[in-house]
């Protein structure tokens, strides 16, 4: 039977013309009307093409006309002055695209402590496996990680066009804080200034051609990742947490963020999600399955567990991500499926 949230879940495949974001994410579809087999749709924009509100229509009659069971469509595409509701009056897409990256995907947790970090470095890594082209920005100015993880110091150069091009490592592009500042030097900065940085990372770097930018987020939910959406489109979020509910219980927070900014939660990460032991034994260290209830709670996707291996541990403090030095372990291959269905969140 066809219900509202049928309707909105095939309309997230309609993307707003020139963005990769859907027009459910942006929050332009104002209401859904279902009465037996006939559809209701209504999207409100504001300051839009004419061009753009008639793809928008087209698309959205041409998704909808596929649903079983659906006989009769009606798709009111409507422009108001004054309704901020456009991808290009909303804060986090003001700037454009930056040219060349396809993907723009954050990482993030609302707590540390749960591997944040050792996920983006080995869903990087991951990625670059499965023959992608991939950036990976570290956003964690106070405590960058990535270099460490990453096994690299090398600072950025300056090309001709006065911008920062990046060090690779393991095939990956990199930049990060941690490049720019000496040995362990805190860097001690006001929101502002954080703010600033970040926008430069993704404006001023010579990134070139990329199919994923992924975004290492420091925990919670203040000026980074705030900063971040006003700099960015992004097209979508994955959250990392562990399984106990103390973890858990700040993700929600974490997951509630991006969702005010209308950006996409594309899957949670259950990491450490168990031991097990010499003799064959599943310890459960931190509880199980408390990620994938979550998922299956909030209706967004679960891509995937992370077991406690003491090769990732050793793979991110000698800068070896597991990965990256071995695709075919078990490890490895846990990285490597989230990695699959993030590209198949991704579309």
Not at 156 to 180: C, D, R, Y
Not at 269 to 275: I, K, T
Not at 305 to 326: H, M, Q, S
Not at 336 to 345: K, V
């Amino acid at each position: 039977m066809l219900t509202q949230q049928a309707i909105l879940a095939a309309l997230k495949s309609v993307k707003y013309p020139g963005y990769s974001r859907d027009i459910v994410s942006f929050g332009l579809v104002k209401s859904v009307t279902v009465n037996g087999g006939a559809v209701s749709v209504s999207v409100q924009l504001s300051g839009a093409a004419p061009q753009v509100a008639q793809q928008i229509k087209t698309d959205a009659e041409g998704t909808l006309r596929g649903l079983p069971g659906v006989e009769n469509i009606h798709v009111e595409v409507l422009a108001a002055a004054g309704l901020a509701t456009t991808p290009t009056q909303a804060p986090w897409s003001q700037p454009s695209r930056v040219p060349g990256i396809r993907r723009v995907v954050a990482v993030a947790s609302g707590k540390g402590g749960v591997g944040k970090s050792t996920v983006s470095v080995n869903l990087a890594c991951a990625l670059r496996y499965l023959g992608a082209a991939v950036g990976l920005l570290d956003c964690d100015i106070y405590g960058p990680s990535i270099p460490l993880m990453m096994g690299t110091r090398d600072k950025p150069t300056i090309n001709e066009a006065e911008k920062l091009v990046p060090p690779q490592q393991h095939g990956i592009k990199l930049m990060s804080m941690g490049f720019l500042i000496e040995g362990d030097a805190p860097v001690i900065w006001r929101g502002p200034m954080i703010m600033k940085t970040i926008q430069q990372f993704i404006s001023d770097v010579e990134w070139g051609s990329l199919d994923y930018l992924l975004v290492d987020l420091p925990p919670g939910t203040g000026d980074a990742q705030l900063s971040l959406c006003q700099t960015v489109p992004l097209d979508g979020g994955v959250i990392v947490t562990t399984p106990q509910e103390a973890s858990l219980g700040v993700v929600r927070k974490g997951i509630a963020m991006f969702e005010k900014v209308n950006v996409p939660i594309l899957g949670m990460v259950e990491n450490m999600s168990y031991f097990t032991a010499p003799d064959g034994q599943r310890v459960e260290i931190f509880g199980h399955g408390g990620g994938h209830a979550e998922a299956k709670r909030r209706r967004v996707p679960f891509l995937g567990e992370i077991p406690i291996y003491l090769a990732i541990r050793e793979g991110g403090d000698t800068g070896k991500p597991v990965v990256a030095v071995a695709p075919e372990s078990p490890p490895a291959q846990a990285f490597i499926q989230i990695a699959q269905s993030l590209r198949q969140a991704l579309g």
